[in-house]
C-alpha cells in the first residue's frame, strides 16, 4: 500500500463560522457538529475568525481510492503509529482517508510505516 507524504503545513481550528474558509485550497477539510465548526486547512490559509486553533501538523494519505468493502486499513496504520508514541488526527474522505501528525513526529511516522512495508512515495 502507497502513503503519500504532502508537503504543507496544516492547522487544525475552530471557526465562528465558514464565511472566511478558502473552499478552494488544495486541502480544506470542514466538520461541522452541534457544538462546533471545524476546519483543518493549509496553515497559511488559516481565517482571521478562528476561536482556537493548533499549528504545526504535517499530513499524509493512503493513495488511491479505497472501497468501502475494506475493512481495517485506518486501524492498521494508527496501531503502528500509537504503538510507537506518535499521536494523529484522522480524516477520511470519500476517497481515502488523510492522516496528520504533528510536525515533530512526522518523519518518525513515515520511517515507522516504511519498516512495516508501505511504500511511502512523494
Known amino acids: 500500500m502507497e502513503i503519500k507524504a504532502i508537503e504543507h503545513d496544516f492547522s487544525i481550528c475552530k471557526v465562528e463560522d465558514y ?14 457538529t452541534d457544538e462546533e465548526k471545524s476546519l483543518v486547512c493549509i496553515t497559511e490559509d488559516v481565517p482571521d475568525n478562528v476561536t482556537d486553533w493548533d499549528d504545526g501538523w504535517k499530513a499524509f494519505r493512503i493513495q488511491g481510492i479505497l472501497d468501502f468493502s475494506l475493512v481495517g486499513i485506518l486501524s492498521k496504520i494508527t496501531a503502528l503509529l500509537a504503538e510507537n508514541n506518535i499521536g494523529i488526527f484522522a480524516i477520511s474522505t470519500y476517497n481515502t482517508d488523510y492522516i496528520l501528525t504533528k510536525q515533530e513526529n512526522f518523519q518518525k511516522a513515515l520511517d515507522v510505516l516504511s519498516d512495516k512495508g508501505y511504500k511511502i512515495v512523494s
Open 19 to 32: 464565511s472566511q474558509v478558502n473552499f478552494e485550497s488544495e486541502y480544506c477539510f470542514i466538520g461541522q
